[in-house]
Every structure is written in C-alpha cells, then in structure tokens.
C-alpha cells in the first residue's frame, strides 16, 4: 500500500461574500507516495478529486464525524462526472 501523509497547509483568510466576513480557510494536502498530491478544503471536495480522478483511496474520515457522509458524496459525485466525461468521449 502506498504512503500517504496528510499536512494542513495555507492557512489564509477569505472574506465571505454574503457577510464581508473574514474567516479562516485552510487547504490541507495529502503527499501521495508517487510524488503527487491532492490539495482540497471539505471532505467534499477530497471526495469529488478522489471519484473523479478514478483513484484507489478509503475514506479517511472517523464514521462518527459528519465529515465520513461529505466525502462520500464527493465520491460519487466525482465517479459520476468521471463516468460521464468517459462516455462523452466516446460520441
């Protein structure tokens, strides 16, 4: 199996656009062990790059958290636009 070592990274400010509210936003990063890596801010988001890029990766998130249903619905939203970008391609 292959290494993976998760580290928060960019931790920065956005301003929200309904408030003109800073809040912290932070872009944690996952280094795979071929060199490549994943930049994302939800679970969601982790979940949608992991479905939509085909990749072999478990949910990392403890199933007690909200955090476990977020990713997997960026999973399978991911795995469906992977699934339709393929059969597109195919036309």
Known sequence: M?????IRVSPGLS????????????????KLG??????????YELGYIVGSNGL?????????NTEV????EGLWAGRAARKAGQQAGQR
């Open 2 to 6: 292959e290494k993976r070592v998760l």
């Open 15 to 30: 301003k929200d656009a309904g408030t003109g509210l800073f809040e912290e936003e932070v872009i944690y990063t996952i």
């Open 34 to 43: 071929d060199g490549k890596e994943i930049r994302y801010k939800t679970a």
């Open 56 to 64: 072999n990766f478990d949910n990392p998130y403890d199933p007690i």
């Open 69 to 72: 249903d977020e990713f997997d």
